[in-house]
């Protein structure tokens, strides 16, 4: 599955390290995960979400308060992947979708990989689901061979649409999930004068066809102060606020707007 995200050749496993033809290795950490992201591939020192952000989504979706999303992925790929199949999960974080994901399907023969560019996200995941693959990558340079997967999950995550449509087989299928028009925006009103909305146009993804849409919508109501505030660092949303203001906003027990748009794609043949 894996190819050398130096020379693109295959890799194979030697041991405890995955090595391609011209002898670039690849060990394999205590944790289970493959780093596959040289230096010419970051974009910063430490790429990926700050450390902040990724124990704030982590503590946040641990509560539960996402299930509703996982259960709605989990359902549209229950329906329509085959009894034998391998996905991708593409920017997967600390994999709290990747692992409800597995544990949904296990009536199927699954393959699941994921993948994150933040070390620190993958070195969590794989240590806490062993039985999914998990690997250190770009979404722009994926180090995976060509038609490699059945299927591909690409939640708010940026990705590079040839890379996804060579690595999918063909008439492979991409979930997106996306922010629809009123996704947070009680939190936005806290921060814009005048709040633009998420678009509700379907994307054209080059090298796909669109499929279906799913909208999932539900108001988050009595969150305790922790949790509005764990909500708030998971999001961009976060830098626009003054500390003082977060403080006041957490107090104050907002209702807070979830909403999602869930697009399935096939890949063109």
Known sequence: MYRCPLCQQHLTQQHNSFVCASNHSFDIAKEGYLHLLPVQQKNSKVPGDS??????????????????????????????LPAQASLLDLGCGEGYYSNRLMQALANKELGL????IAKTAIKKAAK????IKFCVASAWHLPFADQSFDAALKLCAPCEPDE??????????????TPAPQHLIEIK?????????HSDQIEAIAGFEHQQRHELQLQLTHLPADMVLNL?????????????QKQLFAASSPQISLNFYLDLYRKNS
């Open 51 to 80: 450390a902040l952000m990724m124990q704030s989504r982590r503590d946040f979706l641990n509560a539960g308060y996402y299930q509703p999303l996982s259960d709605a992925v989990n359902q549209i790929f229950s329906e329509v």
């Open 113 to 116: 990989y994921g993948l994150d």
């Open 128 to 131: 806490s689901y062993p039985a």
């Open 164 to 177: 996804l449509a060579r690595v999918l087989k063909t008439d492979g299928l991409l979930l997106t999930v």
């Open 189 to 197: 009103q806290q921060v814009y004068s005048s709040v633009r909305l």
């Open 232 to 244: 708030l660092e998971m999001t961009p949303l976060a830098w626009k606020f003054k500390p003082e």
